[in-house]
Every structure is written in C-alpha cells, then in structure tokens.
C-alpha cells in the first residue's frame, strides 16, 4: 500500500473509481478495464474483486450482494468480495481482489496489485 495520499494520485496503477458518494448509494461499481473488475460496497466498507464470476462469463457486478457475499444472477455461485473466496458451487476457483483506498472522496483501486491467492471466507 503507498504511504500517501498524493502517492494514490500520483501512481498510474491506482486508477480512480468514482466518488466516494456514488458507490455509497450502490453495491456494486465496474471498471472495465481487462480484466474486468468491480469495486464492491459492502456495509460501507470497499473492496476490489474481478467481476468475471469463476465458473462461466457472467459479470458478478450484476449480482445479488448481500453481508459482503455476492451471489451470481446465472448458476448462483456466491463469492466473498472482501477476500474473493468462492464460497459454494459451481464456481471453485477464487476471484483476484485488489486494494483499495479513499483519497479526496474519491475511491481508488491498485490494478498493478492483482492478488490471485486463494481467499480465505471471512
Ligand atoms: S457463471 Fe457464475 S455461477 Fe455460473
């Protein structure tokens, strides 16, 4: 994680989000960027996953979100966004998360720090 907030505005892998505002009143923000990544509200705490579901092509973001568990619209899947653990099938295979910080009441998310480690559930 940078040590600044100008050190967020300043590195091109910490792409800005939205306002801070705009995902309060959502669950779900997506970049599309390759590969896709949404930017999660979960509780009013944010979190960065891909937004690929695992198990097929679906976007997650179209999802169902819900105590930071995200449920997929087309074979129901569910995944914790706060760590990208798969949580129930079909899906098995973790979602990458990323990192993310609030700076000047903007969300920003760290695309250069993709973490594909299997999550553990929360
Ligand atoms: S595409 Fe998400 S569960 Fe099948």
Redesign the pocket.
């Known amino acids: 994680m940078p040590d600044s907030d100008s050190e967020v505005r300043t590195r091109p892998d910490w792409r800005p989000v939205c306002p801070v505002a705009e995902l309060s009143g959502t669950d779900a923000v997506r970049l599309d960027v390759r590969p896709p990544v949404t930017v999660w509200n979960a509780d009013g705490a944010f979190y960065a996953t891909d937004d690929t579901?695992t198990?097929?092509?679906?976007s997650l973001a179209d999802g169902y979100l819900e105590d930071g568990v995200v449920e997929?619209i087309?074979?129901?899947?569910t995944f914790c966004v706060r760590t990208g653990a798969a949580l129930s099938a079909?899906?098995t295979e973790p979602l990458a998360t990323y990192p993310v910080r609030v700076t000047d009441d903007t969300v920003f998310v760290d695309l250069g720090a993709r973490d594909e480690t299997p999550g553990q559930q929360m």
């Open positions: 579901c198990h097929a092509e679906s997929c087309l074979h129901l899947a079909p899906a």
